[in-house]
């Protein structure tokens, strides 16, 4: 629907080599957004030889990907599968516990779904 709110908000925080991100999700992305939200991932990482980024991803607003941003999402669960040791994804549609089991097949890391951010958070030992 034209004129839709629609984003992303990310947040990276690091202790050592150890980054815990957090990304809310509203509305349905796009590849502007994976512009935005890419290349602050990657400058936060890029001098760390191993990193371990645990993620919670708040997807409660979240209606799916334009095309583009989907193919931007599978380009970065390639580009960096080895480096994801957790993500929480928080939603409350059907659809949203299903992508969480998929993504598994695609990402090393574990990723689980929750339908609280709290839930999330204990399970990531944040």
Known sequence: MPGSEHGVSCGISR????????IKIVGKLTHADYEMMVPMLENAIKDVKEP???VIVDMINFEGWEIR???DDLK???KHNHD?????L????????V???VSNWF???DIQYFDNRQDGLSWLDL
Do not use: D, P, Q
Request: aromatic share 14%; net charge positive.
């Open 15 to 22: 202790i050592n080599n150890s980054f815990f991100m957090s």
């Open 76 to 78: 970065l669960g390639i």
């Open 99 to 101: 992508m969480a089991k």
């Open 52 to 54: 371990n980024i645990k």
């Open 107 to 109: 990402i090393s890391g």
């Open 90 to 97: 928080i939603g409350n549609k059907k659809w949203e516990e």
């Open 84 to 88: 994801f040791s957790k993500i929480a």
């Open 69 to 71: 941003a989907a193919w």
